[in-house]
């Protein structure tokens, strides 16, 4: 049986900084690329970032350079950085693991940024 769980959401203030998890089973995770999205209220699912198998990193200009994706293949677990927070990274985050085949959701983690 498949699973992702995401973890680490929690309540931060602007300008702090939160790591987000995503543990995997079920899967051989070294194959798969590994992404983050987020769903904000009222609104779509939108990608975050993406980490390749061969760790190629990519991220929506929204978040470039202030959020991190990493993957321990070892752990089997991707990781989200984000630092310098705003009110609108407020979101449901979710982890998504992908070949060219198949893909797999987590059930996601709450992040709000509030003052």
């Known amino acids: 049986q498949v699973q992702l769980v995401e973890s680490g959401g929690n309540l931060v203030q602007p300008g702090g900084s939160l790591r987000l998890s995503c543990a995997a089973s079920?899967?051989?995770?070294?194959?798969?690329?590994m992404s983050w999205y987020r769903q904000a209220p009222g609104k779509q699912r939108e990608w975050v970032a993406t980490?390749?198998?061969?760790?190629?990193?990519n991220y929506a200009r929204s978040v470039k350079g202030r959020f991190t994706i990493s993957r321990d293949n070892a752990k089997q677990t991707v990781y989200l950085q984000m630092n310098s927070l705003k009110p609108d990274d407020t979101a449901v985050y979710y982890c998504?693991?992908?070949?060219?085949?198949?893909?797999?959701w987590g059930q996601g983690t709450q992040v709000t940024v509030s003052s």
């Open positions: 998504k693991s992908a070949t060219t085949e198949t893909e797999y």
């Open positions: 079920g899967i051989m995770f070294s194959i798969y690329t």
């Open positions: 980490v390749t198998r061969v760790e190629n990193t």
